[in-house]
C-alpha cells in the first residue's frame, strides 16, 4: 500500500521556521519525484517545490524561492521541506505527492493526507 505521511506542520509567528517530513512507502521511491503543494482557504492546489529522487535535482516556485529548501533522505525514504522567513500568506494545508517530475497536481500519483501550517502576524 502507498503511503505519504506528512508532519512538521503547525502554528509559528511570521518570520519563524518549520520543516515539514514527508515519510513514502509502498513504492519504489528513487523512481519518483516527490512535490510539495500548498493549499490555502478558497483557493486552488499551487506546487511549492519538488525533487527527483534520483538525482537530486530540484524546483521552487517563485513565491519561495530563497525561503524553503527541499531535501531527501533516500535512505530513509524521507522528503524534508525546510521553511524559513515564513509569511502570513504561506498559511494553507501543505501536501506532498508522488510522481513525475513537475509543479502540477496532474502530474503526480500518490498523495498525502495534508499538514496545516498557520503563520501568524
Known amino acids: 500500500e502507498v503511503q505519504l505521511v506528512e508532519s512538521g506542520g503547525g502554528l509559528v509567528q511570521a518570520g519563524g521556521s518549520l520543516r515539514l517530513s514527508c515519510a513514502a512507502s509502498g513504492f519504489t521511491f528513487d523512481d519518483y519525484a516527490i512535490g510539495w503543494f500548498r493549499q490555502a482557504p478558497g483557493k486552488e492546489r499551487e506546487g511549492v517545490s519538488c525533487?527527483?529522487?534520483?538525482?537530486?535535482?530540484?524546483y521552487y516556485a517563485a513565491s519561495v524561492k530563497g525561503r524553503f529548501t527541499i531535501s531527501s533522505d533516500n535512505a530513509k525514504s524521507t522528503v524534508y521541506l525546510q521553511m524559513n522567513s515564513l509569511k502570513r500568506e504561506d498559511t494553507a494545508v501543505y501536501y506532498c505527492?508522488?510522481?513525475?517530475?513537475?509543479?502540477?497536481?496532474?502530474?503526480?500519483?500518490?498523495w498525502g493526507q495534508g499538514a496545516q501550517v498557520t503563520v501568524s502576524s
Open positions: 505527492a508522488a510522481g513525475g517530475w513537475g509543479i502540477y497536481p496532474g502530474d503526480y500519483d500518490y
Open positions: 525533487i527527483s529522487s534520483s538525482d537530486g535535482s530540484t
